[in-house]
C-alpha cells in the first residue's frame, strides 16, 4: 500500500519533534475511514521510546530499521 509507505516515512522524519509520537500512525482506505490499520509497532522499548519496526513485525522489536 502505497499510502502505509508514505506514512511511516513521514513518522520517522517526525521523530525530530520531541512531542511526536510515530507509534501512533495510522491509514485507512479513503472509503473506508473507520478501518484504520496501524503503521508501526505499538510496542514501547526500555526508555519508552517505540519500536520503529512495521506492526506485526517479526522478531524483536527495534528502534533500527531492517531491510
Same mark, same amino acid.
Given at each position: 500500500m502505497g499510502g502505509e509507505r &508514505?506514512?511511516?516515512?513521514?513518522?520517522?522524519?517526525? &521523530?525530530? &519533534?520531541?512531542?511526536?509520537d510515530p507509534g501512533e500512525t495510522t491509514v485507512s482506505e479513503e472509503d473506508q475511514q473507520f478501518l484504520r490499520q496501524r503503521v508501526f509497532c505499538d510496542l514501547r522499548l526500555p526508555g519508552g521510546r517505540r519500536c520503529l519496526l512495521r506492526d506485526g513485525h517479526d522478531g524483536d522489536c527495534s528502534r533500527r530499521l531492517r531491510r
Open positions: &508514505l506514512a511511516r516515512v513521514i513518522g520517522r522524519w517526525m &521523530l525530530v &519533534l520531541p512531542m511526536a
